[in-house]
Every structure is written in C-alpha cells, then in structure tokens.
C-alpha cells in the first residue's frame, strides 16, 4: 500500500514538473512578443534588453536550484518512506 502511495507522490510531484514547465513557455513565447514591441516602438534599447537578460538568466538559475533542492527533499522523503515499509516489513 505505501509503494502505491509513493508512486502517486511520484506521479503527482512528475506532473507538477510538467505544468511547470508548459508554463514557462508559455512565458516565455508572451514575453518575447511584448519584448519585441518594446524594441520596436524604442521603448527599450538592445541594452538595456540584454541587462534585463543577464538578470533573467540569474534569476533562472535561482530558481532552478530552489525546485532541484526542493526535488531533492521530495524525494528524500520519499525514500525515508520506503525503507521505513521495507525496514518494517
């Protein structure tokens, strides 16, 4: 029974990732569109955008190592859970 609980954990936490993901494409294809509306009515100058790029791809990577950390925990958990059946067992 808990295997079946930690494959719905899995599941679940598989599923997020991938909702996540769809949108930050979506995101992505929005942002570019104002981005270039921007650049194109010279609202924004090219450096200015490839400033505000330099940023984005920080802050990417911050919270690209917040959900690997927080994966990471899941999964640990996860794994406490498992050989805790298996201990019992």
Same mark, same amino acid.
């Not at 599941?11 to 509306?37: C, N, P, S």
């Not at 990471?72 to 050989?83: M, P, Q, S, T, V």
């Given at each position: 029974? &808990?295997?079946?609980?930690?494959? &719905? %954990?899995?599941?679940?936490? @598989? +599923? %997020? /990732?991938?909702?996540?993901?769809? +949108?930050? $494409?979506? *995101?992505? @294809? =929005? !942002?570019?569109? +104002?981005?270039? +509306?921007?650049?194109? #009515?010279? /609202?924004? @100058?090219l450096d200015e955008v490839h400033a505000a $790029?330099? %940023? *984005?791809?920080?802050?990417? =990577?911050?919270? #690209?190592?917040? &959900? ?6 899941? !999964? $640990? &958990?996860?794994?406490? =859970?498992?050989?805790?059946?298996? =201990?019992?067992?």
């Amino acid at each position: 029974m &808990e295997d079946l609980n930690a494959q &719905e %954990r899995i599941d679940d936490l @598989t +599923v %997020r /990732v991938r909702r996540q993901a769809i +949108v930050i $494409e979506r *995101l992505g @294809t =929005e !942002f570019h569109g +104002v981005l270039m +509306v921007l650049l194109q #009515k010279h /609202v924004l @100058t090219l450096d200015e955008v490839h400033a505000a $790029e330099r %940023r *984005l791809d920080l802050a990417a =990577e911050i919270g #690209k190592a917040r &959900e690997i950390s927080a994966a990471a925990l899941a !999964f $640990e &958990e996860l794994d406490r =859970e498992l050989g805790g059946s298996s =201990e019992a067992a």
